[in-house]
Structure formats: C-alpha cells, structure tokens
C-alpha cells in the first residue's frame, strides 16, 4: 500500500511522524510532502528528513495577513502537482483550508484513491476575531474548507468540538476524532508532604498570545491570593506577556518568571512543583483541546480551565481540575485534593499516549476497510 501525508505546519510534524509510523509498521510506503517554511520561527528549514519531500512555500511576516494567505494558497497548489497518481491513501491535515480545495480537485481525478482529511485547527473559528468572522472575506476563508469536505472518504478531528460545526457538512458517520499524542514515559507525580501546603503556586505554560484571556487570568490568581500565598510560575513568552505582568503587578503574588524553558527535565520540574496548570483561552476562541494541556496532563498537572468542549468534559468527568466559566470565582471554602494527579495522569494514559492513538487509528481504519476502500 502507498500512503501520501500532506502538511503545511512544522508545529504538527509530530502527529505526522504517528501517522507515517503507524503506516509503516502495516506494511505501507510511505511519503510525506510539507512545506519548506517553519511558521513560529518565519524562516526556512535546510534540514532533510527520509521520506520527506519539502515544497518551497512564499514566505510571510505576520500571521494574520494577505501574505501569509498568498502564500498558503499557492503552496496548496504546488504541493499537490507533487502528488502522486498512483497511491492508495491519501491523508491531508489542515489547515490550511486551501488543502481541502485541492485534495478535492485531487479525489475527482482520482476517485480510486481514499481520501482523509484530519482537521487540527479550524480557521477562521479558532481565531479571536468575535462577530467579523460571521462576515465576508472570513465567511469565504471558511467556506474553502466547508464546501469540500464532502469529498473526503472519512474525516478525522483533533476534538471531538469540532465535529459540532462540521456535522453541517460531513455526515457524522463518517467522523472520529483522533487526539494528540505522546510517547508514555514513566513519571513520578508528587506524593502527599512533596507539595507545598503553605502556599498555592499555579503555573502558566506556553505563549502569551491575543487568544489568551489575560484578564480571566488576573482573576484567577486575585481569588486565589485571597484565601493563599500564591506563587505564579510562567513558562513561555510572548507578545502579550509584559501586558500579562503589568496586570498582576498589584497583586500580592509572587511571580517566578522562567522565561523560555525547552530543556524536558527542567520543565517538568517546575511543573510537578504545581498545584495547577492554567488552561485559559478567550471565549471567542473555538477550540476544544490544546497542546497546554497536553503538557499539563502529561505530567500530571491538575488544571484550572476555561475552555469549552472535550477539555471541560474531562475535568468535570474525570476530576481533574476546576472549570471555571464565571466572571467571578471563590476558592474561599476550597480544599485541594492530591489525588487529583494521579487522575491527570490515567487521563493521559487513556486518550493521548501512542498506544491509544494507534488503537483510535485501527478503528478509523477497519471502518474504511468495511467499505472495501482500501485494505492494510
């Protein structure tokens, strides 16, 4: 069997290499084409990687701009001259949503060849933009991905969220979601007497970007500074980050700032030394899980989360945090509870380790195969 992944984002790479070595263990060739051009650094990649074949993508500064769309609309083009005629599956993860268009065109060329689209984001509904994205040209950026779907033979998303928009357009029969992955490592969750009882600390990770509620941020750490000593830890950068700082500048907090942390060890240091991850987004933001709280689960780190979706349902269903969707919060009479880590974790060993990816990706398979599309 030949299988073709297509991408444009060096952010989802590792989903990519699941699926390449999903793929390669069943038997199958594998080939994958990506864009040249790494979207959080603005610059091109020079590196070379087996089975990869890198299309030249136009290159753009700022991420909401007429380039960045010039760009991804003629990469969608170039890259599927590149594929080949001649293959058995054919699996595209978008955005962007010119993809879709073209694996369309693709798929009625080729209408032997089975099409899956793996929608990890969903633009223009991801983006905080509020009612303009209700409106033209959104409306139209939307529309490329909306009115294609219909030719994929299945369509997997990253949440199950998702699949309430696109039902609209794909029957929900032929929808899975596919969450996020990562290896299971052995961890050591702090134990009762390992974290602090004199004080609360809460930890925010990853950019501090205009998705990001700075103001549901303050707060959360304002109620809490009220019943606690509390410490904030944050890892990451960004360009809302000094904005975020002056906020909390009147709190009586204690801030630890540890910049940039790429090395894993340090990081999950910081992390188990937490009693709470912070997950929170801007309502107007549509997304039902993130890569945060992956990092968050994977190490065992209880959240506190105001994202809607798969997310809220596993703190509420599993006990892994607090959902907090009201203007005002009280954690006078709240206790924290220790076992909650070693909930965190069974989650993450249950929905996003390799094993249950791969388990996920057996049955979206065997349903394909049923319809006698293709066989592993």
């Given at each position: 069997?030949?299988?073709?992944i297509v ?23 594998v080939?994958v084409?990506a864009?040249?051009?790494?979207h959080?650094?603005?610059e ?5 990687k ?8 136009r ?6 701009s007429?380039s ?8 969608s ?26 694996a369309a065109?693709?798929k009625?060329?080729n209408p032997?060849?089975?099409?899956i689209f ?6 223009p ?9 209700q409106?033209f040209?959104?409306t139209?950026?939307g ?6 779907l ?16 696109l ?6 029969t ?10 299971n490592?052995h ?8 974290l602090?009882?004199e004080?609360i600390?809460i930890?925010?990770l990853?950019?501090i970007n205009?998705?990001i ?18 410490k ?5 950068d960004?360009?809302?980050?000094e ?12 801030i ?9 060890q340090?990081?999950?240091?910081i992390?188990?030394?937490?009693h709470?991850?912070l997950?929170?987004m801007?309502k107007s933001?549509?997304v039902g899980?993130?890569m945060k709280s992956?990092d ?6 209880p959240?506190i ?18 959902n907090v969707?009201?203007?005002?919060v009280?954690?006078s009479s709240y206790?924290?509870?220790l076992q909650?880590r070693?909930?965190?974790r069974q989650?993450f ?6 094993e249950a990816f791969?388990s ?6 065997i ?7 293709i066989?592993?």
């Amino acid at each position: 069997m030949k299988v073709t992944i297509v991408n444009c984002f060096d952010t989802y790479e590792h989903r990519v290499e699941l699926l390449k070595a999903y793929f390669e263990k069943r038997g199958a060739v594998v080939s994958v084409l990506a864009s040249d051009y790494r979207h959080f650094q603005k610059e091109y990649r020079s590196d070379c990687k087996k089975d990869y074949n890198f299309i030249h993508a136009r290159s753009y500064k700022k991420n909401l701009s007429y380039s960045r769309l010039r760009s991804h609309w003629e990469l969608s083009k170039d890259i599927f001259r590149e594929v080949d005629e001649i293959i058995d599956l054919l699996w595209v993860l978008v955005p962007p949503n010119s993809f879709v268009k073209q694996a369309a065109k693709y798929k009625k060329a080729n209408p032997a060849v089975t099409l899956i689209f793996d929608i990890i984001d969903m633009w223009p509904e991801t983006m905080p933009m509020g009612a303009l994205k209700q409106f033209f040209p959104f409306t139209l950026w939307g529309d490329l991905r909306n009115h294609n779907l219909s030719a994929a033979d299945f369509v997997v998303t990253e949440c199950d969220l998702y699949q309430k928009k696109l039902s609209k357009f794909v029957d929900t029969t032929k929808m899975k979601t596919l969450y996020l992955a990562r290896e299971n490592k052995h961890l050591l969750i702090p134990v009762e007497g390992e974290l602090s009882s004199e004080h609360i600390s809460i930890c925010y990770l990853g950019s501090i970007n205009n998705i990001i509620d700075l103001s549901a941020i303050r707060v959360i750490l304002d109620s809490f500074s009220k019943v606690f000593p509390t410490k904030f830890h944050i890892i990451g950068d960004g360009e809302k980050k000094e904005e975020l700082l002056s906020m909390l500048g009147e709190l009586p907090i204690e801030i630890i700032d540890h910049g940039k942390v790429f090395e894993a060890q340090r990081k999950n240091s910081i992390l188990q030394s937490c009693h709470f991850g912070l997950n929170i987004m801007k309502k107007s933001v549509f997304v039902g899980l993130t890569m945060k709280s992956m990092d968050y689960f994977e190490a065992g780190l209880p959240i506190i989360n105001t994202i809607q979706g798969d997310t809220a349902r596993f703190v509420s269903e599993f006990g892994i945090g607090l959902n907090v969707f009201d203007e005002e919060v009280d954690f006078s009479s709240y206790t924290y509870d220790l076992q909650m880590r070693a909930k965190v974790r069974q989650l993450f060993e249950s929905y996003f380790t390799v094993e249950a990816f791969e388990s996920c990706l057996d049955q979206i398979m065997i349903g394909i195969e049923r319809d006698e599309k293709i066989k592993l």
